[in-house]
């Protein structure tokens, strides 16, 4: 089965930065399907809604929340199958899981999720 496996989390202080790292494997047919399809990263914090926080389609076109916009940006490396999260100027709010996720027209899949917690 197609697996997502975030990395990169941690605690860091207002300001700092992190770097997520999301590998996604499987079956060649599942390689070939990652690289065909987008590739996002979502967030969840207590109590809250999951967010999408930016996404990247298989020809490099990013999306960003408005949040994320100017602070935090999304790459993919599809020769590895992995999808990266460079977070600046990080803030309080920015803390919750935060999730990898894959998206086409016939599937969905989420990774298990790695904790991002921003201290003041």
């Known amino acids: 089965q197609m697996q997502l496996a975030e990395s990169g989390g941690g605690l860091v202080q207002a300001g700092g930065s992190l770097r997520l790292s999301c590998v996604a494997s499987g079956s060649l047919l599942e390689e070939t399907l990652i690289r065909i399809n987008t590739l996002g990263w979502y967030r969840q914090a207590p109590g809250k809604q999951r967010e999408l926080v930016a996404d990247?389609?298989?020809?490099?076109?990013?999306n960003y929340s408005d949040s994320a916009k100017g602070r935090f940006t999304i790459s993919r490396d599809n020769a590895q199958n992995t999808v990266y999260l460079q977070m600046n100027s990080l803030k309080p709010d920015d803390t919750a899981v935060y999730y990898c996720?894959?998206?086409?027209?016939?599937?969905?899949?989420w990774g298990q999720g790695t904790q991002v917690t921003v201290s003041s």
């Open positions: 990247i389609t298989s020809d490099d076109s990013t």
């Open positions: 996720n894959l998206h086409g027209p016939s599937v969905t899949v």
